[in-house]
Antibody, heavy 126, light 106 residues
Framework: VQLQESGPGLVKPSETLSVTCSAS?????????WGWIRQPPGKGLEWVGS??????DYNPSLKSRVEISLDTSMSQCSLRLTSVTASDTAFYYC?????????????????????WGQGILVTVSS | DIQINQSPSSLSASVGDRVTITCRAS?????FNWYQQKSGKAPKLLIY???TLRSGVPSRFRGSKSGTDFTLTISSLQPEDFATYFC?????????FGQGTRLDIQ
């Protein structure tokens, strides 16, 4: 089980941050959801959002700027964060979590992150 | 959102010591997890569901709960345990993390 983030390490203010996570060792649709967590250098962890199939869940504080998508054929999960500022500078980690079951009995993204990528530092600066 | 207050923010201890880290949540729950992060590395899940050790985690790590207080105890510190520890609730609303506890060698 390996996750690897990739993308530009430097993004200009007001532009869009794009990071991709590639998975190996298992199928993208094994019943586990994907999540993105970020960590400003030297600081704490903040959940960005999660996805399972087409079901997404985003941090309310970032919801207007975040989009997470899946490419099942390539076993990849992508994160887009628009209109970035210096406060978006952080290590961005992708992670996988077992599904939760909602009140209707449907599988929805989980938040217990068992597997993590090594992370990618994205700096927002002109 | 569920708020979590983790303490202490830093802790110095010696090999063989017993240490305790506490997180106080704004409500009681059972979906509570602990992560270990070593310098320059991604966090690693240690304990989930308050007290269940992830496979491969040494038994010197223990998680417990009393009301809205959640505790990580390391019974006898080993050199590889010096790291930063984060708690996390995955119970309801957006998942939230504690601020972290940096555990240093005394």
């Amino acid at each position: 089980v390996q996750l690897q983030e990739s993308g530009p390490g430097l993004v200009k203010p007001s532009e869009t941050l794009s990071v991709t996570c590639s998975a190996s060792g298992y199928s993208i649709v094994t019943g586990w959801s994907w999540g993105w967590i970020r960590q400003p250098p030297g600081k704490g962890l903040e959940w960005v959002g999660s996805i399972y199939h087409s079901e997404t869940d985003y941090n309310p504080s970032l919801k207007s700027r975040v989009e997470i998508s899946l490419d099942t054929s390539m076993s990849q999960c992508s994160l887009r964060l628009t209109s970035v500022t210096a406060s978006d500078t952080a290590f961005y980690y992708c992670a996988r979590a077992p599904l939760r079951v909602n009140a209707r009995g449907d599988g929805v993204p989980g938040f217990r992150f068992h597997y993590w990528g090594q992370g990618i530092l994205v700096t927002v600066s002109s | 959102d569920i708020q979590i207050n983790q303490s202490p923010s830093s802790l110095s201890a010696s090999v063989g010591d017993r240490v305790t880290i506490t997180c106080r949540a704004s409500q009681s729950m059972t979906a509570f997890n602990w992560y270990q992060q070593k310098s320059g590395k991604a966090p690693k899940l240690l304990i989930y569901g308050v007290s269940t050790l992830r496979s491969g985690v040494p038994s010197r790590f223990r998680g417990s709960k009393s009301g809205t207080d959640f505790t990580l105890t390391i019974s006898s510190l080993q050199p590889e345990d010096f790291a930063t520890y984060f708690c996390q609730q995955s119970d309801s609303g957006p998942p939230t993390f504690g601020q972290g506890t940096r555990l240093d060698i005394q």
